[in-house]
């Protein structure tokens, strides 16, 4: 037979141990029970042990035994002198049959519900989650726990109570290490680095207000805080420490103790005692050589992953105690969430995207050696792109934009000039007047000759007119002589108003400056060409003429506007190099035909050209000037 146990309260004050009392009002504050107690379960066997009769108690269990239980902790409080509430009772009861079962996972029992409710209608349950089991006489504690649920979600409220159990056993723990401070004294140095940790919001500053806090807490002399960057550890922060100077040895022998420590993903801590497996060989080296000092090096783990270190040294004579060590344990299970953001948030940008990108291709590249994998895969496929894929091949070449036509006005004949009536970049029509010459020394010269002619001719009349023959002949011929300088005075004096030959534009013929000054028969005034009409000069290098075809297309780019591109077509290969000493000594001039020509293009202007020569492999076109280097210098 099964009896009841009866419930008494532990304690005088209805609310236990300071931290049991935490335990369970956090657990009712956050809206994941309505009400909860931590029992201590006694159960002892009866004398008819299996034999009795089990009368059933509606929560399971088996007859033989009997016990009682005392409350540690209740949530909400009792009133002095009031009796448990009876969800209490039946949960001792149905703690009662857990322990005797022996089972050790949360469960739950409904307490008002009836088969006609449906699946979503909210009920009220008892949880129960084991947190220690008495041997012998010893007594057994479990959590009992009042819940509001429906069916379909009871299975979140076990999942959220079950921590219960592991946070109860390290409470044991630090009560059995004989630490001297309080249970409420270890909670608050545990949650202590994590509100300082939330007062800021960069990484830096939080870390050095994380490592200012243990300090404090732990009467260190140097805490310090580092995170895994590939498969090294950097030193993120050290206690009121404004700059990180990495070159320094005290920072390397920092890291190296935090590599050790994760490297066996286990608390280091040196002296160490002589029963403890770690290795403390970097740990002893920074003790021994920035101290002495006792080193203690935790790690930073996120989902049960080690990806940081704290390192805590303080005086040689001040080991960390068993329950300090379980207290920094808790403090950075609980600050390394945070710290880890804002490490994270705080790196650019490109860091960033790798780490990105390395955790999305370590999802099916494998969880190890990523950055090699990918960068294998990258170099497989960059190989194969090179070797088949084919790209167009341009040849590339500096050209000058020149006019189809150009025509030279010179100097008729010596003289001086008068004015001009053009300059350079005017546009003229064929026979405007660009200059004069001037005329009058000629017109002088003609009257003369005019003259001298009037009189030969009348000399010959009077030799006729006497019989003389000869002489008239001769007088004749002296007229006709200077009727041909006559002439000749007369096309000169025409010239003098110097007349565009063709359309265009004035691209040579600066007179300002030599106005009324002699210029001689032959000298180049203006020139005259029609900008309508260009064409462009490349030089082509040598090593390229060979892919040069005629009827060839391309584009080219001017530097007065580099983004604006025009096609052209070659229409002419010179067959001999450019004499030129010069840059392009050794090119060849190739002539191409400019299509759509833009109006904004003029004689003179420069830039780069590119000639189609069809496509080749991208490994031919980014190595065959190397190759061709190398044969010519080793003659393969």
Not at 305 to 326: S, Y
Request: proline share 5%; with cysteine.
């Amino acid at each position: 037979m099964t009896a009841h146990p009866p419930i008494h309260q532990a304690t005088s004050d209805q609310g236990g141990d300071g931290f049991l009392a935490g335990l369970i009002k956090s657990r009712c504050a956050d809206g994941t029970a309505d009400a909860g107690a931590i029992l201590r379960i006694r159960l002892t066997t009866l004398a008819g042990g299996a034999d009795a009769e089990a009368e059933p108690t509606g929560v399971g269990g088996s007859g033989g035994v009997e016990g009682d239980a005392d409350i540690l902790a209740i949530c909400p409080a009792l009133a002095p002198g009031s009796d448990p509430p009876v969800w209490v009772e039946i949960g001792a009861r149905a703690a009662s049959s857990r322990v005797q079962s022996g089972d050790r996972s949360p469960a739950a029992v409904a307490i008002n519900a009836s088969g006609d409710d449906e699946r979503g209608a909210t009920i009220q349950w008892i949880v129960t989650v084991p947190l220690r089991f008495g041997v012998g006489d010893a007594a057994s504690a479990v959590a009992v726990f009042l819940v509001s649920s429906a069916r379909d979600t009871i299975d979140g409220a076990l999942a959220a109570l079950a921590p219960v159990a592991p946070e109860f056993e390290a409470h044991e723990r630090r009560l059995a290490s004989g630490s001297s401070s309080s249970p409420v004294d270890r909670m608050n140095s545990a949650v202590a680095p994590l509100l300082a940790a939330n007062a800021q919001d960069r990484f830096f500053a939080a870390a050095v207000a994380v490592c200012n806090g243990i300090e404090a807490s732990m009467g260190a002399h140097r805490v310090s805080v580092g995170f895994l960057r590939g498969r090294d550890v950097r030193l993120g922060a050290i206690g009121h420490t404004e700059k990180i100077v990495r070159s320094t040895r005290l920072v390397r022998d920092i890291e190296n103790a935090m590599e050790e420590c994760l490297d066996q993903d286990r608390e280091v801590v040196t002296p160490a005692p002589v029963e403890s497996p770690a290795v403390d060989r970097a740990a002893g080296e920074l003790s021994r050589l920035h101290g002495p000092a006792s080193v203690c090096v935790v790690p930073l783990r996120r989902g049960g992953e080690p990806i940081g270190a704290l390192c805590i040294e303080r005086a040689i004579d001040r080991p960390m105690t068993p329950g300090e060590i379980e207290s920094i344990r808790l403090a950075c299970e609980l600050v390394t969430p945070r710290l880890h953001d804002l490490s994270e948030r705080d790196r650019w940008l490109g860091a960033r995207a790798a780490s990105s990108l390395r955790r999305s291709a370590g999802a099916w590249l494998g969880p190890t050696h990523t950055w090699a994998k990918l960068l294998a895969i990258a170099g497989f496929a960059a190989l194969v792109f090179l070797v088949f894929a084919r790209g167009p091949y341009r040849v590339s070449a500096p050209f000058v934009l020149r006019t189809i036509e150009r025509r030279v006005v010179p100097a008729p004949f010596d003289g001086y000039l008068e004015s001009r009536s053009a300059r350079i970049g005017d546009t003229v029509d064929a026979g405007d007047v660009l200059a004069t010459l001037d005329a009058s020394a000629l017109l002088l010269e003609r009257a003369e000759a005019a003259a001298s002619r009037g009189g030969f001719i009348a000399e010959a009349d009077r030799a006729r007119g006497v019989g003389k023959a000869a002489d008239a002949l001769i007088a004749e011929a002296r007229a006709r002589e200077l009727q041909a300088t006559i002439d000749l005075l007369d096309w000169r004096i025409g010239r003098a108003v110097i007349r565009a030959p063709i359309g265009g534009v004035v691209v040579q013929g600066d007179l300002d400056a030599i106005i009324g000054a002699p210029v001689g028969a032959g000298d180049t005034l203006f020139v005259v060409a029609p900008i309508d009409a260009l064409r462009a000069e490349l030089s082509v290098d040598e090593s390229q003429i060979a892919d040069v075809r005629l009827g060839a297309g391309g584009t080219l780019a001017t530097t007065a506007d580099p983004s604006a591109r025009v096609a052209f077509e070659v229409t002419r290969l010179d067959p001999v190099a450019i004499e030129d000493t010069g840059e392009n000594t050794g090119a060849f001039r190739v002539v191409v035909r400019i299509e759509d020509e833009p109006g904004w293009l003029r004689p003179g202007m420069e830039g780069v050209a590119k000639v189609d020569a069809g496509r080749r492999r991208y490994a031919w076109l980014w190595s065959h000037r190397l190759v061709n280097w190398v044969r010519m210098k080793l003659w393969i």
